[in-house]
């Protein structure tokens, strides 16, 4: 396998596990800033789906149905970070809104 589709396939492990793989990407290539950019992007939605779950741990106990929309949305979010890293593999950046904004000031990745 060559190195570009090693590459390409680490854009997509990124997002698998948003907050651990996002870091190891960060750290392993910390030269190339696209790289990072997605390593950076990962940890943000990581943080935002960890922020979902806590929202969701106190409202449960209000009105049970509402942990199924919150799962239901974790599991979206999800998705759509898997969906990003799969285009970031075939060469299309996608800027999750906010996070992606953020994520390129911290690692001077260009649009």
Known sequence: MSDENKNSIMYLIAYLVPVLTGVLIYVMYGNDNRMKFHGVQAILL???IFIIDIISYFLVPLFLPL???FDLLIAIVW?????VGYEASI???IFIPYIGDYAANVTGFKK
């Open 67 to 69: 942990l199924y929309i």
């Open 79 to 83: 998705l759509y970070g898997i969906y």
């Open 91 to 93: 060469n299309k950046d």
């Open 46 to 48: 990581g943080i935002a």
